[in-house]
């Protein structure tokens, strides 16, 4: 399954000057705790803030960019369509985690999206998910996990 994983401010805000503009450690480890076992597809720029792979997890970097040095666990592949032919062979899920560009390229196939709602909205945010990203996508379950920090999980309605 492809499952887009996202933390979004009020305006759907996803980063500011190449960061992410915020920090829940209820947000943080509810991520780690759902990819890992899993693989990750990034962006290089996404991958660069990240400093090293992400432990317990398949990282796959979707770039062109021919200089990524070769790292323990991260595959480096440069079009949709071989990250679609590898996800095939997996028996994990394949999480999308950004940025914007990356979450826009993997609309179409992505099965189900799990959206945490950061209770914010951030002045200067330069990275957004496309604004129709759960168009065609029904909501069955919302999870507190933090005050104020909810995370909603939409599956593709078909």
Not at 11 to 36: C, E, V
Not at 86 to 107: P, R, S
Not at 124 to 129: Q, R
Request: aromatic share 10%; net charge neutral.
């Amino acid at each position: 399954m492809i499952i887009g994983i996202v933390a979004v401010d009020r305006n759907l805000a996803i980063g500011k000057g190449g960061t992410l503009p915020w920090h829940y450690s209820a947000d943080m480890r509810f991520f780690k705790q759902t990819t890992s076992g899993n693989a990750v597809v990034m962006g290089h720029r996404t991958w660069e803030t990240l400093k090293k792979p992400l432990p317990d997890r398949l990282n796959i970097v979707l770039t062109t960019k021919e200089d990524m040095p070769p790292v323990n666990s991260v595959v480096r592949l440069p079009g949709l369509s071989l990250v679609l032919t590898l996800a095939n062979t997996l028996t994990a899920d394949v999480f999308i985690i950004g940025g914007g560009k990356v979450y826009e390229t993997f609309l179409p196939y992505i099965d189900r999206w799990i959206v945490t709602e950061i209770p914010l909205s951030v002045d200067g945010a330069d990275t957004f998910v496309p604004a129709n990203f759960l168009d065609g996508f029904e909501l069955y379950e919302v999870r507190q996990l933090d005050t104020n920090l909810r995370a909603k999980f939409y599956d593709r309605s078909y």
